[in-house]
Every structure is written in structure tokens, then in C-alpha cells.
């Protein structure tokens, strides 16, 4: 018998760490030859492919599956009113309320979340923006829409139509605005819809507390 180990192995073969994958980017696979098949590049099977970006929980409920078309109940609100006068020209996000090509809008953002913009079939070339909301509007699928006086407010009642959603705005917008406003039970209901769509879709989110105070 030979001295030694019967068995011999080379030394292990340190590998080079290569960087992780990056979203967006193209990578090409080749297909793995033989040793004993001559290498033609042209000859070689290849696929490309391209990592998406994971979307986190609140993009994922941001995706109705109703489409991007539907009939919806309409109001109008001014900013003069009784119930919007102590915020003024101001929206819900900050900034103030929007009445040209582009208009502001109220909605229940837990339905419609912020920055979601729609045209409505009958107002060519007008977008609405969702930059609003209202106690009143929560719990529905009423769209209240913004006008600078009084009187296009009355003249615009109470009205069902057709709207078409250019993009769907941002349920995580949504909740970063509203969680120091859980004061206000209107708000607690919107930030529990929200979560209540993010648990539909089976993925675990921690909870907005709600006790805190405006």
C-alpha cells in the first residue's frame, strides 16, 4: 500500500464574491458547453433577462383590480365653505387647492389615494388630481371636486360620470400624510382601509398607531 491518503484532493478553488444582482439592469445567460465541444460563440444559446423592483405592500394595494375605468358619484366643494373655511385655499397635502388644466380633488385616499389623477369623459383635456379629502367623503366612492366659487359649485350638484384614472397615486404618500392626524376619526378610518387593503394581499404591515394627536 501506498504511503499517504488513498485519497488526494486538490486545493480548494477561492471564487471571486460577485456583486448582487441589480434591478433594471439587462443581464445575458449563456448556455453552459461540453468540454469536448469546440467553442463557436455564434453557435451558443443566450436569454436575457431583467430583474424588476419588489414593490413594497402599499405600491402592490395601489393596483385596483377594477381597472382604470369607471362611473363614479361626483360633488363640488369651494373653499369658502363653512366646513373647509378655517384651511382656505389650502389641500390636505399643504399646497393650495388647484383649478386649471389641472384641478384638485377630494376623496377617501384609503379608495383614492394621494396623487391619484382622472379625467372625467365629459372635460376634455382637464385633469383632476386627488390632493384633498373630507370627513364626509369617507366610506364612499363619492370624488368631491374642487371649484373656486360658490355658484360652479351649486351649478355642479350632484353628478354620476364616466372617469378614466391616468395614474393611480400613492397609498404610502398617503399614510406618511396622515399619521399625526389619527386624531380624527374620519383619518383612523382612511389609515384602516389602507391596511385592510395591504392585508388582503397576504403581506404582514406594521401597524399605524392611533391614538396619536394632531
Given at each position: ?17 460577485s456583486p448582487p444582482l441589480q434591478s433594471g ?114 366610506g364612499t366612492g363619492t370624488i368631491d371636486l ?69
Amino acid at each position: 500500500m501506498p504511503k499517504g491518503p488513498l485519497f488526494s484532493f486538490r486545493k480548494a478553488t477561492t471564487f471571486k464574491k460577485s456583486p448582487p444582482l441589480q434591478s433594471g439592469v439587462r443581464y445575458e445567460v449563456r448556455k453552459a458547453l461540453a468540454s469536448t465541444v469546440p467553442f463557436r460563440p455564434k453557435d451558443v444559446k443566450s436569454y436575457t433577462f431583467v430583474l424588476n423592483t419588489p414593490k413594497p405592500p402599499l405600491m402592490l394595494a395601489a393596483s385596483p383590480s377594477h381597472g382604470t375605468q369607471m362611473r363614479v358619484r361626483t360633488t363640488a366643494y369651494c373653499h369658502d365653505e363653512s366646513d373647509h373655511i378655517v384651511y382656505g385655499t389650502r389641500n390636505a397635502i399643504g399646497t393650495h387647492l388647484k383649478y386649471g388644466t389641472v384641478r384638485s380633488a377630494a376623496a377617501d385616499w384609503s379608495r383614492f389615494p394621494v396623487g391619484t389623477r382622472f379625467c372625467i369623459a365629459s372635460e376634455p383635456g382637464i385633469i383632476y388630481e386627488v390632493d384633498d379629502y373630507g370627513s364626509a367623503l369617507v366610506g364612499t366612492g363619492t370624488i368631491d371636486l374642487y371649484k373656486p366659487t360658490r355658484g360652479m359649485m351649486n351649478d355642479w350638484g350632484v353628478r354620476h360620470v364616466d372617469i378614466r384614472v391616468v395614474k393611480w397615486g400613492s397609498y404610502e404618500r398617503s399614510m406618511q400624510l396622515m399619521r399625526d392626524r389619527t386624531r380624527w376619526p374620519h383619518v383612523r378610518q382612511m389609515i384602516q382601509g389602507i391596511q385592510s387593503r395591504v392585508g388582503a394581499l397576504g403581506v404582514p404591515m406594521q401597524p399605524v398607531p392611533l391614538t396619536a394627536s394632531l
